[in-house]
Structures are given as structure tokens and as C-alpha cells.
């Protein structure tokens, strides 16, 4: 599945983005089982899980980001978001997104970067 990252930009810290994944090739009755998440690596660092959001709907998040951060999804539009609130300079990275099928096999999109000034 290509998937294609946006959203990321300049924020000051306290600030609000959403990022959007989107799959516009997949064929929708694919995209409707896709395990989606998002990561992020920042600069010198790993790449670390974020948020998920299952075909269900279930939705688990890191706990550096819980209370701050939603992941949602919208089928119809093959698009996975991220909305991000409270902003710090330690979220600054470059957000990628992930879908994961139920044969295990993944795709992982371009990665968009998000900066947050202090």
C-alpha cells in the first residue's frame, strides 16, 4: 500500500497540527482492515511508536503523547489523521505513517516533518 504523508510544518510550542496519511491507491476494502499508526523519529534518535489505530478502531498511544494526541481514521477518504495539541520542542521530528495487513506485510509512507520552536 503507498501511503503519503502531510501536515508536518513550523509550530511554536503550545501550538495544534494534524497530519494526514493517505493511501490513494489502495483499493477501499483494503484500506478498511489496514492496521494504521503513526511514528516518529527525531533527530539523533530512534524511530518510536506513536499512536495506533486498528481496523476497529481501537486506539493505543505512547504515553508520552496521550492526553495530547488523537489518531483517528476515515475510511471512505483512505486517510489516516494524527491531531496534535500542546505542542513541545520534544516532538519535533519527522512523523511517519504505517499500515500494517493482516498477513503481517507493511508499507511505510514518506515521513513528514514536524518542528516545534520554543
Known amino acids: 500500500v503507498q501511503l503519503q504523508a502531510s501536515g508536518g510544518g513550523l509550530v511554536q510550542a503550545g501550538g495544534s497540527l494534524r497530519l494526514s496519511c493517505r493511501a490513494p491507491?489502495?483499493?477501499?476494502?483494503?484500506?478498511?482492515?489496514?492496521?494504521m499508526a503513526w511514528h516518529r523519529q527525531a533527530p539523533g534518535k530512534e524511530r518510536v511508536l506513536v499512536a495506533i489505530i486498528t481496523s476497529d478502531r481501537r486506539t493505543t498511544y505512547a504515553d508520552f503523547v496521550k492526553g495530547r494526541f488523537t489518531i483517528s481514521r476515515d475510511d471512505g477518504k483512505k486517510t489516516v489523521y494524527l491531531s496534535m495539541r500542546n505542542l513541545g520542542p520534544e516532538d519535533t521530528g519527522v512523523y511517519y505513517c504505517n499500515a500494517r495487513a493482516d498477513s503481517g506485510a507493511t508499507s511505510w509512507g514518506q515521513g513528514t516533518l514536524v518542528t516545534v520552536s520554543s
Open positions: 491507491h489502495a483499493i477501499l476494502s483494503t484500506f478498511n482492515t489496514l492496521d
